[in-house]
C-alpha cells in the first residue's frame, strides 16, 4: 500500500522552528517530485515548497522564502521541511504529496500530486 506519512507538528512560539517530516512506504519517494502544502481553517490549500525528484530545483511561496527549506534523504525514504522564524500566520495543516507526474521540476499546485498524506498540525502562537 502506498502511503506517505506526516510527522513532526505542534505548538511553537513566534520565531521558532519545526522541522516537518515525510516519510514513504510501499514506493520509493526518488521516482517523485515531493511538495509540501498547508491549509488553515477557512482557507483554500497552498502549496508552500517543492523538490524534484533529483532535489536539484526546488520552489517556495514568497512568504516562506529564506525561512522554509525543503530537502529529500533517498536512504530514508523521506523528504522533510524545515521551517525556521514560524509566524503564526504559518499557522495551518500541513500535507505533503508527490507527483509521478513531474520529471525534472515541481510545483506549487496541487492537482499534479498522485499522492498524499493525512496532515500534520503546525500552530504558531504565544
Known amino acids: 500500500q502506498l502511503q506517505l506519512v506526516e510527522s513532526g507538528g505542534g505548538l511553537v512560539q513566534p520565531g521558532g522552528s519545526l522541522r516537518l517530516s515525510c516519510a514513504a512506504s510501499g514506493f520509493t519517494l526518488d521516482d517523485y517530485a515531493i511538495g509540501w502544502f498547508r491549509q488553515a481553517p477557512g482557507k483554500e490549500r497552498e502549496g508552500v515548497a517543492c523538490i524534484s525528484r533529483s532535489g536539484g530545483k526546488t520552489n517556495y511561496l514568497d512568504s516562506v522564502k529564506g525561512r522554509f527549506t525543503i530537502s529529500r534523504d533517498s536512504a530514508k525514504n523521506t523528504a522533510y521541511l524545515q521551517m525556521n522564524s514560524l509566524k503564526p500566520e504559518d499557522t495551518a495543516i500541513y500535507y505533503c504529496?508527490?507527483?509521478?507526474?513531474?520529471?525534472?521540476?515541481?510545483?506549487?499546485?496541487?492537482?499534479?500530486?498522485?499522492?498524499w498524506g493525512q496532515g500534520t498540525q503546525v500552530t504558531v502562537s504565544s
Open positions: 504529496a508527490a507527483s509521478s507526474k513531474l520529471f525534472r521540476t515541481c510545483v506549487l499546485t496541487t492537482p499534479l500530486h498522485n499522492y
